[in-house]
């Protein structure tokens, strides 16, 4: 299940979001202490998508941000704000990569399309390192047959050398 993750100190947003929310389906845990936040996500390696409000009284978004982004690598970090400067978005992309920022207020509509589309990309990219570690493994098993046909080679030179018929079955005429 894809697991949204909304921390804003002012609890009529978080419900707010919810509300939008609700007809997806989709786990949305919401907190109004990012300390709170920072523990009881801990550990958590299923969190899909995190939206930070950039201000709040305990500590702003970026900084929430980048540390759970040390915690859970894999999500998509957004940011909500009512007003950002120019200072703040470069710090947000830089700092805690952040892929987009909601503006409050915000039209419900296009934030379910937004968060969609961030699911979307968060899973093409997950899909893409689990393809990449394939890759790899199957690069250091075409190695080790390399390395074993060479040796067979070297022990017995010709072993290695194959015959095919048109058909694609191995030519044993000569053999004979």
Known sequence: MTVIVIIDDEINILKSIQRVLRHEPWEVLTFNDPHQAIRDLSG???????????????????ELLQSLKEQCPDSIRMILSGQV????????????????????????????????????????????????????????????????LKRLEKDSPGITQ???????????TDEF
């Open 162 to 172: 194959v015959d095919w018929a048109e058909d694609g079955s191995i030519d044993f």
């Open 85 to 148: 400067d120019m200072e703040a978005v470069l710090n947000a992309i830089n700092k805690a990569e952040v892929y987009r920022f909601i503006m409050k207020p915000w039209n419900a509509e296009d934030l379910v399309i937004t968060l969609k589309n961030a699911i979307a990309h968060n899973q093409l990219i997950i899909e893409n390192k689990q393809l990449a570690e394939t890759v790899r493994a199957q690069h250091k098993e075409i190695n080790r047959h390399v390395t074993e």
């Open 44 to 62: 958590r390696r299923d969190i899909d998508v995190i939206i930070s409000d950039y201000r709040m009284p305990q500590m702003n978004g970026v």
